[in-house]
């Protein structure tokens, strides 16, 4: 076997994609050329979304990390033990928690979400605010917060998965609509503030 860059065994592997030559030669001499083009594969369609909380407290017991599609992968990030999230060993605020799974061509993607842990000293989810809901129009890139609170209106903050506050405002009205068109694609949270009380949504901004 004679290949073009050099090989000469039956099997090759670990190589781009491309056109390849092979001369091969049998015992008496005789020679057959082959060619073969071999395409790059697709990587695998890989998506992430938390299905356990996204939010916890930093004494609340590990949990399993579940959400991921395909199954079969490995999970890596702050916190991460294995297939669990430890919030005790996680970092306060935001974690970003990587999957990744490799397929049988061994081409690899990696999906991305996060998990935000509260010292939770003086905030519990009972206290987290009534009547807050979100909404998001993927369409026009619209998202609405209303709210049937009558005593006080709330703040409002957007945060990236860095953790940078990227909007930020407060609420006037019952009814407020945030036009997120001029974000980045990715995936953001809308914090919703009301003095020791407050609410967090995820949304993804997707075009």
């Known amino acids: ?119 939770c000293s003086d905030l519990t989810k009972s206290t987290f605010p009534e009547g807050i809901k979100v909404f998001q129009n993927l369409t026009n890139n619209i998202v609405k917060i209303t709210s049937s609170c009558n005593n006080s209106f709330p703040e409002i903050e957007i945060i990236n998965l860095l953790g940078v506050i990227i909007y930020h405002d407060k609420m006037t009205e019952k009814n407020k609509e945030i036009d997120i068109s001029k974000f980045e694609n990715g995936i953001y949270f809308i914090v919703v503030r009301s003095d020791t009380k407050r609410s967090i949504f995820k949304i993804i901004k997707a075009g």
């Open 1 to 119: 076997y004679l290949w073009t860059e050099g090989q000469t065994t039956a099997l090759i592997d670990s190589i781009a994609s491309g056109d390849y030559h092979c001369v091969i030669t049998d015992t008496n001499g005789c020679k057959i050329n082959f060619d073969y083009t071999l395409d790059n594969p697709d990587p695998p369609i890989v998506t992430l979304s938390f299905t356990s909380p996204d939010t916890t407290c930093s004494n609340a017991s590990a949990f399993l990390l579940t959400g991921e599609n395909p199954t079969g992968g490995a999970w890596s990030g702050t916190g991460v033990e294995v297939d669990q999230f430890n919030p005790s060993t996680a970092s306060i605020g935001w974690n970003i928690i990587l999957y990744t799974y490799v397929d049988s061509n061994n081409c690899k993607s990696t999906a991305i979400d996060s998990i935000y842990v509260d010292v």
